[in-house]
């Protein structure tokens, strides 16, 4: 095959950051994309959730796989995941990579970028709403207010969150925190933000069973567990918690997102 005949016959990839699982937030150039891709590589969160919405309205679908992590499960590795964008594109066809978020906060997306790019296969990247952003926004909770917070911090509970500056008039949103919660609540304590600072715990935001958890960092963990707190979950910390519409709702407490009203615990 010629040089050029080997060109026609490479597709593209394109990375599509589906937001947090709503597809009204999915941007519009992403949209345009999913809807002429001829296959679509898709992550668990947000991701399928939007791809089902969309099939739902009608919008015609490539071909899917399937690479969802779980949790100490991942039936794809990275390096699977990178090498198949590269044979599908190699195939000639349009792959959307889609991830949940933003593809580029704490999705390893450069990474995918990086190999497509190396293989000869030209990627475009697409951003998409972080559920960093978007999920404390829908609960009401401001991740900056003035007079409160100036300043906020994105970080993996796997990070090393003993060294975050500030106090509680920095916000820290914590991403993949629940299985870790109890340890990032004792060190965040202990960092000087003080076992009475306010946090949110959000859960399946933009989801079926979307639901908020209210405490402090000393009681947050014992909550979680009774509650039986589960991911996805994005984690807030800070006095930005009382400014939001859960400001009326008691340390302890749950709600539904979107209602200001406290509902039982069990």
Do not use: W, Y
């Not at 076992?195 to 399946?204: G, W």
């Amino acid at each position: 095959m010629t040089a050029r005949g080997r060109e026609a016959a490479t597709g593209r990839v394109t990375l599509v950051g589906a937001g947090p699982g709503d597809a009204g937030l999915l941007t519009v150039r992403g949209l345009r994309a999913i809807e002429t891709a001829d296959a679509i590589v898709a992550d668990r969160l947000g991701a399928r959730a939007v791809l089902s919405q969309l099939a739902a309205e009608g919008v015609r679908l490539g071909e899917i796989f399937d690479v969802g992590k779980l949790p100490g499960h991942h039936p794809v590795p990275q390096d699977g995941i990178n090498e198949l964008l590269v044979t599908l594109a190699r195939e000639g066809r349009h792959v959307v990579r889609l991830k949940g978020g933003d593809p580029f906060v704490f999705g390893r997306g450069r990474e995918e970028q990086l190999h497509c790019e190396a293989a000869g296969v030209p990627v475009e990247v697409i951003p998409g709403v972080t559920s960093a952003v978007a999920v404390p926004a829908i609960a009401g909770i401001p991740l900056t207010q003035r007079g409160v917070a100036e300043t906020f911090t994105v970080a993996s509970a796997h990070d090393q969150i003993g060294d975050l500056p500030g106090g509680r008039d920095h916000t820290v949103v914590l991403l993949m925190g629940v299985g870790t919660l109890a340890h990032s609540a004792h060190v965040l304590a202990s960092g000087g933000r003080g076992d009475d600072c306010p946090v949110a715990i959000i859960e399946d935001g933009f989801g079926p069973r979307q639901r908020i958890t209210v405490g402090t960092l000393g009681t947050i963990a014992h909550l979680a567990a009774s509650r039986h707190v589960r991911s996805p979950a994005v984690v807030v910390v800070g006095d930005v918690v009382g400014v939001g519409d859960v400001v009326g709702v008691a340390a302890g407490e749950v709600v539904a997102v979107g209602e200001v009203r406290a509902t039982p615990a069990d």
